[in-house]
């Protein structure tokens, strides 16, 4: 594999249910990023790791969780799913270090409706 | 708050120029990027300013007045393949990149 990739594309759920939307990205790069977006807004941060082992919180992190285990993967559940967390969600991965010019690389997406 | 505004959408003509403009109110400045996103695809990255001034990539440039918290991304020769949408971000004091909603530009023959 080479950048980003996500699982599933799609996925339909029902309320209340469990999800973990997977991320995994093979560029070494040492930050890491969930964002969802919506029609009409722009992209929101959810949670990030700016290392292996660490996590924050982003502009919109209720109803979410991340951990982050190892440099390559970025899991990001929702522990009991709700209609307004119907959104497509981007991973996204940069080298990190706080530098302005860290550029972030973005997954294909998950689209997920939860009905 | 922290505001990125940019047009919603634009209309432009196969081998025309376009200018989608983006002003901003963050707290702090850390640089200014421009990404490119297909419909139903992920944002790919266009350009990045930190500096006043101009910077040119082939087709595209992007220009920054940090003073007027103003930013614009010219298209030259569009193509068809150019019709996707255009977001601006700013990378705000602590290094977290806030994000436009983004401006469709749609390309006619």
């Known amino acids: 594999i080479a950048g980003i990739t996500q699982a599933p594309t799609s996925q339909i759920l029902a309320a209340g249910r469990r999800m973990t939307l997977r991320c995994t990205q093979d560029m070494r790069h040492n930050a890491m990023y969930w964002y969802r977006q919506d029609l009409g807004l722009g992209l929101r941060l959810i949670h990030y790791?700016?290392?292996?082992?660490?996590?924050g919180k982003g502009e919109v992190p209720d109803g979410y969780s991340v951990s982050r285990a190892n440099t390559d993967d970025f899991p990001l559940t929702l522990a009991s799913a709700v209609p307004s967390q119907t959104s497509v969600y981007f991973c996204?991965?940069?080298?990190?270090?706080?530098?302005?010019?860290?550029?972030?690389?973005f997954g294909p997406g998950t689209r997920l409706t939860v009905l | 708050g922290q505001n990125i505004d940019q047009p919603t959408e634009m209309t432009a003509t196969e081998g025309a120029i376009v200018q989608i403009n983006c002003t901003y109110q963050?707290?702090?400045?850390?640089?200014l990027f421009w990404y490119q996103q297909h419909a139903g695809e992920a944002p790919t990255f266009l350009s990045y300013n930190v500096l006043d001034g101009l910077e040119e990539k082939g087709r595209f440039s992007s220009f920054l007045s940090r003073s007027k918290g103003y930013s614009y991304l010219l298209l030259k020769e569009l193509q068809m393949k150019d019709s996707a949408s255009y977001l601006c971000?700013?990378?705000?004091?602590?290094?977290?990149?806030?994000w436009g909603a983004g401006t469709k530009l749609i390309i006619k023959p």
């Open positions: 963050t707290s702090g400045f850390n640089g």
């Open positions: 996204a991965s940069s080298d990190g270090g706080g530098s302005g010019t860290d550029t972030q690389y």
């Open positions: 790791s700016n290392t292996a082992g660490t996590t």
């Open positions: 971000a700013v990378k705000d004091s602590n290094y977290q990149l806030i």
